[in-house]
């Protein structure tokens, strides 16, 4: 059975930092294509980072030097560390894995872009 579960996510001030974490089970991290994507009210999912099976990392340009995406495989988690956190950040943040079609920076969140996708947990930047 696949589960994706996040965790981590909550209410920071402008600045400050959180972790969400994708705790995997069903199917091992190392050897999947995984990402996080938000989702701000009436949009699309907006990619935030993506890290390949062979460990390749790819983030959204607003992101890039504040957030960081790894994986470990003894927990078989994901995570995204998020620093110097603004309020555009503030969204509801799935976990995917899994990618069925080419790398896109928007896509259905929870659709069929992914194999799998987590509840989503929400930020929220004050």
């Known amino acids: 059975h696949v589960q994706l579960v996040e965790s981590g996510g909550g209410s920071v001030q402008t600045g400050g930092s959180l972790t969400l974490a994708c705790v995997v089970s069903?199917?091992?991290?190392?050897?999947?294509?995984m990402g996080w994507y938000r989702h701000y009210p009436g949009n699309e999912c907006e990619l935030v980072s993506v890290?390949?099976?062979?460990?390749?990392?790819y983030y959204y340009d607003s992101v890039k030097g504040r957030f960081t995406i790894s994986r470990d495989s003894a927990k078989n988690t994901l995570y995204l560390q998020m620093n110097n956190l603004k309020p555009e950040d503030a969204a509801q943040y799935y976990c995917?894995?899994?990618?069925?079609?080419?790398?896109?920076?928007?896509?259905?969140?929870?659709?069929?872009?992914?194999?799998?996708w987590g509840q989503g947990t929400q930020v929220t930047v004050s």
């Open positions: 995917a894995a899994q990618r069925t079609v080419t790398l896109r920076l928007l896509v259905s969140c929870r659709g069929n872009e992914y194999r799998y």
């Open positions: 069903g199917f091992s991290v190392d050897g999947s294509d």
């Open positions: 890290i390949s099976a062979d460990g390749g990392t």
